[in-house]
């Protein structure tokens, strides 16, 4: 027992002696005087130039360490400079095997990194040539022992560390890349934080202003919280979290943007969990909410809570955020927005469930999901009503003096700067097309777009291995409905579209008439579309299409044009008459009217062309060329029985199944009215057509009537012959000229 008893007074006498022993250096020796020295030590280790202006000084309780006025130097310009290092230790707290920092201050740091056009950095040149490279081969050995000593550490006993105070004021860090053109500036920065224990939280509060040049913006920034660790350092915690960002630059158009932070997270790195608690985010009048768990930080986290955006007004936060203005056709649009989902799913799956998205008066509502391991996108929403019309930019008014005066003073444009203006653009990111995995399902009560009024939308999309489809979009269409599919092969740079269509009983004035203000044509349209085409952009696609569309239109008119009336010039001039009615109206029904339209690029081709109506039937072949808006239509009306009341119409034996010709050729997005009329080249041929009529009937006329002469001369002989016997010859004459 005296031996232990001597060892204990051994030990406690060594530790008395080195307590001696430091505080007798700190009071005998002066720092100061070993200035040169750490300056001579620094420059021949590194390429700095270490400048000690102010006093170093020490100090015994609390054990602390003091610079002023220390600056290095890289190249003759300042790498780093700091006015003020403090950092103070408990001595006592070493003793017991618990450190505690007493202070940390850090005042005036002032540090300079720059790049070069080349791309290099200043405080790669920190350590001489040859050293750093030197220092980078037992890199990874470095790595390995400190994996190990972390691991050793972490099996070990926790980390019992405390600081009473830190306190960073003053800071500023400027970085400028010459070969980009980038300025950043950190000022103002500062930091304060007390009683750090781990295992308890303690206050944070961060301040500081950040400038860039690319874009120019400014934003003064605070936080406030208060920060927790467990004596482990794997778990970690934040509440109480207020933080506000006062912005204004380029990218707000000079206006002044503020953003805001608030909520509690915490972290367990060994259970790979995580939760959100009352977390909000908001920008101008932007607010979003969400509260959230997430158990398993690897590749399958599993997610649980739910996320909001509260109403807001797009157009206010666009112009709050100093962007241009939206402009609609109607300004009370998009002031009303809203977001809100649960969240959860399996691991590995994001799914959104209770899903709803407001814009104005127009509610969607249903769930998705996306999975992580392969972007896989599954998305069912349904919408009850919405007025697309509303939303496109308004019309710009047509003011011809105004562009007249516009174009005079502008430079006369090059033919290869109005071919850039003209420049067509892709219409889909191929490259992005070919990572979709996709599974979506839409459905719309009420859509108007163009002015068409469509209903009972319903539409089915999937993607996979480059390949689009649009398995079904479907509705019905003013009286009729509509169904279509569309295949997208977009695997090669230019892409293959098939596209199928069915239309059944579509009013054909309405639509036209609200589409593109034509109403030259009524009737219930039945369709059938099957069209190939290539590329990716609406000239390849126009021109490369191919296919064919067939019609029916059942029980309609022509309208704005009379073909009785073209009918009936043709039969007046045949009969070298003229017409006596004057009100003919302006249209022409029909029973039914069905063709076959054949694709050739933008052209569309018909060659039978048929149509059924009072009197007449229509005939007739020719092209519809879309670019162009172009009609170029020879028709014929067949004549097949009386056709109008008029006396110089009369459909004599001479223009019985004659053609009538009918030309209809022009703009028809701009004239419909104007399209067609009587075709006086061709009426040559129907004059034709009638002579040869006239002629045959003329013949059967003079033959009828040479009948009758032989007759009645044959008749006289046999009565004169004959007397009363010639009753019974008579009879059989009769029956040899019939």
């Keep these: 027992m005296k031996a232990v008893r001597y060892i204990a007074f051994a030990i406690v006498g060594l530790i008395i002696l080195a307590i001696a022993a430091v505080a007798i250096a700190v009071m005998v020796i002066d720092p100061n005087d070993y200035k040169p020295q750490i300056e001579k ?24 360490l003091e610079l002023n006025g220390v600056e290095a130097t890289l190249e003759g310009e300042r790498f780093v400079r700091m006015e003020q290092l403090v950092a103070q230790m408990d001595f006592w707290s070493l003793i017991a095997m618990s450190p505690r920092v007493n202070t940390f201050l850090l005042d005036g740091l002032d540090a300079r990194l720059n790049v070069d056009k080349d791309g290099n950095g200043n405080w790669t040149r920190i350590m001489p040539e040859g050293e750093a490279s030197e220092s980078q081969e037992p890199a990874e050995e470095q790595q390995s022992e400190q994996a190990q000593e972390d691991t050793e550490a972490a099996g070990g006993e926790p980390l019992n560390f405390n600081v009473e105070n830190v306190e960073i004021s003053n800071a500023q ?26 295992g308890s939280s303690f206050p944070l509060d961060i301040s500081f202003r950040v400038e860039t040049k690319q874009p120019q913006l400014v934003v003064d920034g605070s936080l406030s919280a208060r920060l927790a660790a467990n004596e482990a350092l794997n778990e970690f915690g934040i509440s109480d979290l207020e933080a506000v960002f006062d912005m204004n630059g380029e990218p707000f158009g000079g206006k002044a943007v503020t953003a805001e932070l608030a909520g509690s997270i915490e972290a ?44 807001f007004s797009l157009k206010s936060l666009m112009a709050a955020l100093g962007q241009p203005a939206i402009e609609t056709e109607d300004p009370k649009v998009l002031e009303a927005v809203a977001f809100s989902t649960s969240i959860g799913g399996p691991a590995g799956t994001v799914e959104l469930s209770d899903l709803s998205i407001s814009l104005d008066d127009t509610t969607f509502s249903g769930g998705g999901s996306y999975t992580l391991s392969n972007s896989a996108v599954a998305l069912n929403l349904q919408g009850d009503a919405i007025n697309a019309d509303r939303y496109l930019p308004p019309a710009k008014e047509d003011d011809g003096s105004e562009a007249a005066s516009d174009t005079s003073d502008a430079p006369e444009e090059t033919g290869s700067t109005a071919q850039a203006s003209a420049e067509e653009s892709d219409l889909l990111p191929l490259e992005t097309l070919r990572t979709l995995l996709l599974d979506i399902d839409l459905g719309l009560g009420e859509l108007i777009i163009s002015n068409l009024n469509i209903n009972e939308i319903k539409s089915s999309i999937t993607a996979k291995n480059g390949v689009l ?27 293959k579209w098939t596209i199928g269509s069915k239309v059944n009983n579509v009013q054909t004035l309405p639509l036209l008439t609200d589409l593109a203000e034509i109403d030259m044509l009524s009737g219930g349209a039945n369709l059938s579309v099957d069209v190939k085409t290539t590329g990716n952009r609406i000239s390849a696609l126009r021109e490369n299409a191919n296919g064919e569309i067939a019609f029916n239109l059942a029980e309609g008119e022509f309208r704005k044009m009379n073909l009785t009336r073209m009918a009936c010039q043709g039969i007046a001039l045949a009969n070298q008459e003229s017409l006596g009615t004057s009100d003919w109206g302006t249209t022409t029904p029909f029973n039914d009217m069905k063709g076959t339209l054949k694709i050739d690029g933008n052209t569309l081709n018909n060659t039978d062309l048929v149509a059924a109506l009072a009197g007449m039937r229509l005939e007739g072949d020719g092209t519809v060329d879309l670019k162009q808006t172009n009609l170029d239509y020879e028709l014929g009306l067949r004549i097949v029985g009386e056709i109008h009341r008029d006396e110089a119409c009369r459909v004599t034996e001479y223009v019985e199944d004659v053609v009538i010709p009918v030309e209809c050729r022009g703009n028809f997005s701009e004239d419909s009215a104007g399209l067609c009329s009587f075709d006086g080249s061709r009426f040559r041929d129907t004059l034709k057509d009638i002579a040869a009529n006239a002629a045959r009937a003329k013949v059967k006329e003079e033959t009828d009537r040479a009948k009758d002469k032989a007759k009645e001369k044959v008749q006289e002989k046999i009565d004169e012959q004959l007397g009363e016997e010639g009753d019974k010859i008579k009879d059989a004459v009769k029956g040899l000229f019939n």
């Design 173 to 198: 860090v400027h970085y400028n890349d010459a070969s980009t053109g980038q300025s950043v500036t950190l000022e103002d920065f500062t930091v304060n934080a007390s009683d750090i224990t781990l």
């Design 469 to 495: 489809k649009v398995d079904e979009f479907s509705g019905k269409l003013y009286y009729g409905s509509f169904g279509a599919n569309v295949t997208l092969d977009a695997r090669t740079d230019n892409p």
């Design 268 to 311: 367990n790195l060994e259970n790979e969990t995580a939760s959100i608690n009352g977390f909000t985010a908001s920008l101008a009048d932007l607010k979003l909410n969400t509260d959230l768990t997430v158990n398993g930080f690897g590749d399958k986290p599993q997610l649980n809570g739910t996320l909001s955006i509260d109403e």
């Design 41 to 64: 030590a620094a420059e021949d280790n590194t390429n700095l130039d270490l400048i000690l202006e102010g006093d170093i000084g020490w100090s015994f309780i609390p054990l602390g």
